[in-house]
């Protein structure tokens, strides 16, 4: 399979600090593939680089071809679609009308519609990601009615309808009880399967181990281990990283990877 995306030697500094040191990372085509690591370990830095949002050394390629000195915009419009730790939405829109604005080409004509308070009407790519997120049942209410984990769902609604070569999430679950975590990591399963090729960033390591293809773990900006799920959460360097502990720590200690959910 070809690689949609692969970093090489992807470092990020601030000041004195390096917080991503020399990371490689390929997602192939139709993968799932999470990367995970304790809190500060380089995670939201790492996909804020890769989508152009700070600046790095080493290289990102989306599809072949290299990302350097391609705006964040522009990234987007290659296919580069991403989630945000903080699901901000449009409060005046339902929930179908924002996920159709993130399905929508920009054009002179859609700023002219927007201009004179013309709604967004839907589209088939906005209609697929409703159904891929199972929210026709709320797709009448507006973000006030939500639950966090709605409000969630509806984010990755939005970055699925822009129709991605690449969706990266950035901690979808965070904030999330466990029913909700579990809804929402069958979900993602589901979209991936049908072909979304996603990389996943999250500190919920039971997720990640659950429906993920293959895993990369993060410690202090570094890759520590990469590999299958039941592989990384046997690795004592990722025992010792979650564990605080010894290396030689129990690895039954560290979430088990569950049957990935069958899909509809």
């Not at 466990?178 to 996943?200: F, P, V, Y």
Request: hydrophobic share 40%; with cysteine; charged share 25%.
């Amino acid at each position: 399979m070809s690689a949609v995306l692969r970093t090489s030697g992807l470092s990020v500094r601030f000041g004195g600090v390096r917080a991503v040191r020399d990371v490689d990372v390929e997602v192939a085509e139709g993968e799932l593939v999470g990367l995970i690591g304790p809190n500060g370990a380089g995670k939201t830095t790492f996909v804020d680089a890769i989508t152009g949002y700070v600046r790095y050394t080493g290289s990102v390629e989306l599809d072949g071809r290299d990302l350097r000195g391609v705006a964040p915009h522009q990234r987007a419009r290659r296919g580069l679609a991403r989630t945000w730790q903080s699901t901000e939405l449009f409060d005046d829109l339902t929930v179908s009308e924002n996920v159709s604005v993130a399905a929508q080409q920009p054009s002179f004509l859609s700023l002219a519609a927007e201009l004179v308070g013309k709604r967004l009407g839907g589209s088939e790519a906005a209609e697929h990601a409703l159904d891929a997120l199972d929210l026709r049942p709320i797709a009448d209410a507006t973000p006030s009615e939500l639950t966090q984990g709605q409000r969630k769902l509806v984010g990755v609604a939005r970055a699925v309808a822009m129709q991605p070569r690449l969706l990266c999430l950035d901690e979808p679950a965070a904030g999330l009880d466990t029913h909700e975590s579990e809804e929402l990591g069958k979900r993602l399963r589901q979209i991936a399967d049908h072909g979304t090729t996603t990389l996943l960033i999250d500190h919920d390591m039971g997720l990640v181990l659950t429906i993920c293809d293959r895993i990369t773990v993060l410690e202090f900006g570094q890759v520590i281990a990469t590999g299958p799920p039941d592989d990384v959460r046997r690795d004592p360097r990722v025992v010792s990283a979650y564990l605080g502990g010894s290396a030689t720590a129990d690895p039954a200690e560290v979430p088990e990877a569950a049957e990935p959910a069958e899909t509809a």
